[in-house]
């Protein structure tokens, strides 16, 4: 079993990097993911996105052998929002996000 | 040929049958078909941008057909509530082609322009692409001025000018791959649907308008599959937005589901036809899920040749071509 903290500490780490803002922009304002969308250097539109979902999760797999599917969330939601979204999929390998 | 001169003399004028690239320069030019393998025609056939324009436009040629003509065939008599609300909801979509067929054609010129120099043969294809766009934008008329027709004269729900300035909105741009992928995509979803339509309409006047319009689409899906493929064989571009796109449509609650999702993205920027559709009680609606994810998968073999058999290989695909 993974630290909670660890894990989290490294979406954080993995999520702000391939979104292409920091740390404490993408978080301590809690952005929705259209705002995100909108400051990110490295991103068009809502496919940037899903890509750095999709390699946030693959650092998972890499690195502690974790599979996370990847979540499907509309533009409005708030980053803290999908960092619960990826720890409980973490936590929870067997469910699905919705 | 007639040429007029200044004098306005008639001028019989006898053009030589020019050689073609396709018969070996023979005179008799064989059945007009979409360049499947442009790539290749563009560097190893040694095809121009005038040879593939000639085979668009007789292509575009020998499929033109009179909305004048097709509608008139329809019997409104024998069109059911069912029947009518279909004809509504694709007026109402094939609004939004014409902003997506301008877009192409600009962001088409401004990427040939971009790549020129750095890579002749991708900037030919993004030229090929933008002259086909012309093609594109006039048959999808047809098919817009058809359904929006068929509803004024059966007195349907008018679409206001408000909706129609909403609709025409112009999609902002994205890497050309993507947006490739993503229209020969909506061509699939739009050309089942059409079928499944053609199939339960019993009038054979507009039966014979929803199957003329499915043909269409597909031929539109060959032409977006064919140009993605050249520029994944390019080495230009990479499979991976074929999939990512491919992706956003089939996972849960993918754009495939359409209007259809519990909660549809709000968008200010553009109207994607697909979360547009209303479905109302009682009332068919086309869905066939499963012929168009099939038909999502073979799209991806033929622009990428990576092979994909269900929605999770394809997300699975991805995630690996995207790495960490």
Redesign the interface.
Same mark, same amino acid.
């Given at each position: 079993m993974h630290d909670a903290r660890e894990l989290e500490s490294y979406i954080r780490r993995k999520f702000a990097e391939h979104v292409g803002l920091s740390e404490a922009e993408l978080f301590s304002e809690d952005l929705t993911l259209a705002a995100l969308i909108s400051r990110s250097p490295k991103m068009?539109?809502?496919?940037d996105l899903?890509?750095a979902f $999709?390699?946030t999760?693959?650092?998972l797999r890499?690195d502690y052998g974790l599979r996370v599917?990847?979540p499907?969330l509309?533009?409005d939601t708030p980053v803290s929002k999908v960092l619960d979204v990826f720890l409980h999929e973490v936590l929870n390998p067997e469910r699905?996000? $919705? | 040929m007639t040429i007029q001169t200044p004098k306005a003399q008639s001028v019989e004028v006898s053009l030589p049958p020019s050689p073609s690239p396709f018969n070996g320069g023979a005179v008799a030019e064989g059945r007009p078909a979409i360049m499947l393998e442009l790539h290749d025609a563009l560097t190893r056939q040694g095809l121009s941008l005038v040879d593939l324009t000639w085979e668009q436009q007789r292509l575009h040629e020998s499929r033109r057909w009179s909305v004048v003509e097709m509608l008139g065939a329809v019997d409104f008599t024998r069109l059911s509530d069912s029947d009518r609300h279909l004809v509504w909801n694709a007026g109402r979509a094939e609004l939004t082609t014409k902003p997506g067929a301008d877009r192409l054609e600009r962001l088409a010129d401004l990427e040939c322009r971009r790549w020129l120099e750095k890579d002749p043969t991708v900037a030919a294809i993004m030229q090929a692409c933008g002259t086909w766009s012309r093609y594109w934008n006039e048959e999808e008329a047809h098919h817009e001025t058809a359904f929006n027709r068929l509803s004024t004269v059966m007195r349907l729900e008018p679409v206001s000018n408000a909706t129609f300035i909403e609709f025409r909105k112009v999609f902002?741009?994205?890497?050309m791959l993507?947006t490739l992928t993503l229209l020969a995509i909506s061509e699939v979803v739009a050309a089942v649907n059409y079928g499944q339509c053609a199939a339960i309409i019993q009038d054979p006047g507009l039966k014979a308008l929803f199957k003329q319009v499915a043909a269409d689409e597909i031929q539109h899906m060959t032409y977006f599959v064919a140009f993605a493929k050249a520029l994944v064989d390019s080495g230009a571009y990479k499979a991976k937005?074929a999939f990512?796109?491919a992706?956003?449509f089939l996972?849960?609650?993918?754009e495939v589901h359409g209007s259809k999702r519990e909660?549809v993205?709000a968008r200010g920027t553009h109207v994607n036809w697909w979360d547009h559709l209303e479905h109302r009680e009682g009332m068919y609606t086309p869905d066939a899920l499963h012929k168009k994810e099939q038909l999502i998968f073979h799209a991806l073999k033929r622009i990428t040749g990576i092979t994909v058999d269900s929605r999770e290989a394809v997300?699975d695909t991805?995630?690996d071509l995207?790495?960490?």
């Open positions: 068009t539109n809502s496919v899903m890509e $999709a390699r999760s693959n650092g890499k599917r990847l499907a509309s533009l699905k996000s $919705a | 902002p741009d994205d890497d993507r937005e990512a796109v992706h956003l996972r849960d609650g993918g909660r993205e997300e991805w995630m995207v790495g960490c």
